[in-house]
């Protein structure tokens, strides 16, 4: 378990968005760029919602500053195996049920267009919004609906963190 250590009054003035990358801050620092093994030994040591709190964080920090991103990144987690069952896990943990049906159904579109053209995961790139109008259309949609929903995500898990300090931080004078 990577408990941060931070001040009581900083943890208190964390914004909901803020609060859940400063808790992750120092195990990203230890799996960026890692190999799958390394990340996977990293993780392993955390506890059950440190694990949640780093799945959610790793989908949502890179797929939140675009379109392009949400899409490139969901297919890239449904191509790594685990990525996908963790941040499944990670919502259920978190109880967040309106974000894993939004993902759920990003990923039946998508997986419908990849059977259809013969492609895989790995195969999804920014271009493919750029090609493909329809596609755009459906990724746009569905990534307007993941901006106002995470909002919600983000405010649950930093009231779960509040509620639980003592699962992610070592709060100090």
């Given at each position: 378990m990577h408990l941060v250590k931070m001040e009581r009054e900083m943890f208190e003035a964390f914004s909901d968005e803020r609060l859940g990358w400063a808790c992750?801050?120092?195990?990203?620092m230890l799996i960026r760029?890692?190999?799958?093994?390394?990340?996977?030994?990293?993780?392993?040591?955390?506890?059950?919602a440190q694990k949640a709190l780093c799945m959610f964080r790793v989908f949502y920090d890179h797929g939140h500053k675009s379109a392009a991103e949400y899409y490139t990144w969901l297919s890239h987690m449904l191509d790594m195996p685990g990525y996908w069952d963790g941040v499944q896990e990670a919502l259920l943990f978190f109880g967040d049920s309106e974000m894993m049906q939004l993902l759920q159904e990003t990923k039946n579109t998508l997986e419908l267009r990849n059977n259809r053209l013969e492609r895989k995961w790995s195969e999804a790139a920014f271009?493919?919004?750029?090609?493909?109008?329809?596609l755009a259309g459906k990724i746009t949609a569905y990534y307007g609906r993941f901006q106002s929903v995470s909002v919600k995500s983000l405010a649950a898990i930093a009231a779960y963190i509040r509620a639980y300090p003592e699962q992610f931080v070592e709060l100090t004078a």
């Amino acid at each position: 378990m990577h408990l941060v250590k931070m001040e009581r009054e900083m943890f208190e003035a964390f914004s909901d968005e803020r609060l859940g990358w400063a808790c992750m801050e120092p195990v990203f620092m230890l799996i960026r760029g890692k190999r799958p093994e390394i990340k996977a030994e990293v993780i392993g040591q955390l506890n059950r919602a440190q694990k949640a709190l780093c799945m959610f964080r790793v989908f949502y920090d890179h797929g939140h500053k675009s379109a392009a991103e949400y899409y490139t990144w969901l297919s890239h987690m449904l191509d790594m195996p685990g990525y996908w069952d963790g941040v499944q896990e990670a919502l259920l943990f978190f109880g967040d049920s309106e974000m894993m049906q939004l993902l759920q159904e990003t990923k039946n579109t998508l997986e419908l267009r990849n059977n259809r053209l013969e492609r895989k995961w790995s195969e999804a790139a920014f271009r493919d919004l750029e090609q493909d109008a329809g596609l755009a259309g459906k990724i746009t949609a569905y990534y307007g609906r993941f901006q106002s929903v995470s909002v919600k995500s983000l405010a649950a898990i930093a009231a779960y963190i509040r509620a639980y300090p003592e699962q992610f931080v070592e709060l100090t004078a």
